[in-house]
């Protein structure tokens, strides 16, 4: 494969099989101001995360070779980039497979090339840095989540956590006790643009727990709200 120039400009992989669709994708996120490859190849993408470090990756689930589920495994093995999943399959368990691997976000097919964008835009919105007065370490019994390092610990282990998860916690600690609702924690974590189903937010909070060792039937740290949605609780 070529070596490739980095650039200044935030970049997104596009990663798919079907070309007028690429085409189309790059089209758009281009006319947006973003520096955007692509390739139709799963091994390929997975070496191109790795020598190009983008920012987000739009990966379609139904890759031939290798499907962008173990695409994206081998993808959060090296790398923290925002993962969109591209599907076009109806069923719920394929949306739930690859976010249980590590994608931040998805989108079934057909879709609006200006939704993805979208999509796009609110992941990079996610990717600035904090201020000085966001900068604080918040704990909650034995977990304590670093917002400048993006750090999380569990008493004395580091989490490893994607960015999605990262900032669904933080959402949740540096507000404990408070209720949050599915719609709050979406325009929170993934923008005000973003349109879809609002249990994606659960699935994310199953990863979650299961990363923290919190087990939702008996919570040390995330409980669920009844017809709302989560909180976190500080005491063990």
């Not at 995330?222 to 949605?229: E, P, Y």
Request: glycine share 6%.
């Amino acid at each position: 494969m070529a070596s490739r120039t980095r650039t200044e400009l935030p970049t997104v992989l596009v990663v798919d099989d079907e070309a007028p669709l690429v085409r189309l994708v790059q089209e758009y996120l281009r006319r947006d101001g973003l520096c955007v490859e692509a390739t139709g190849n799963g091994p390929d993408a997975v070496q191109m995360v790795a020598e190009l470090e983008p920012t987000v990756v739009v990966l379609d689930l139904g890759l031939p070779g290798m499907d962008g589920v173990e695409v994206c495994r081998r993808i959060r093995t090296f790398s923290d980039c925002y993962v969109i999943m591209l599907t076009a399959r109806a069923d719920e368990v394929d949306r739930l497979i690859g976010l249980s691997v590590g994608a931040d976000d998805y989108v079934t097919k057909p879709f609006s090339p200006r939704e993805l964008v979208l999509r796009v835009r609110a992941m990079l919105r996610r990717s600035r840095p904090e201020s000085a007065a966001e900068r604080h370490r918040h704990r909650a019994g034995a977990l304590m989540v670093d917002t400048s390092a993006r750090e999380v610990w569990l008493d004395d282990s580091q989490v490893e956590l994607t960015p999605t998860e990262f900032e669904l916690l933080s959402a949740l600690i540096t507000e404990p006790g408070t209720a949050k609702s599915r719609r709050e924690l979406i325009t929170k974590v993934w923008g005000e643009e973003w349109i879809g189903d609002e249990h994606l937010v659960d699935v994310h909070i199953g990863n979650l727990r299961r990363k923290i060792h919190d087990d939702p039937a008996w919570p040390r740290f995330i409980h669920t709200v009844r017809g709302v949605g989560y909180k976190l609780r500080t005491g063990e």
